[in-house]
């Protein structure tokens, strides 16, 4: 019955930890956050170039997960 009561409040707290790290940015901060090393790629352009000549490569397409020699065989 306590795992009931406790469930809600454990809910709570990380729901307000989660958002109190939401802070408003400042015009004077936005620079730092536009540079090219805060990018989630900050070479699409060599990573697309890559799974290109990767995919030509192997003979497949998309899922770079998974080793293979190009016959379909892992």
Request: hydrophobic share 40%; proline share 8%; charged share 10%.
């Amino acid at each position: 019955m306590a795992m009931f009561r406790l469930k809600p409040i454990v809910t709570l707290l990380a729901l307000s930890l989660c958002l109190a790290a939401c802070t408003p940015v400042q015009p004077w901060e936005r620079g730092h956050l536009a540079k090219p090393q805060m990018a989630l790629d900050p070479y699409p352009l060599q990573s697309m170039l890559r799974a290109h000549n990767y995919g030509s490569r192997e003979a497949l397409s998309g899922g770079n997960a998974a080793q293979g020699g190009g016959c379909g065989c892992y």
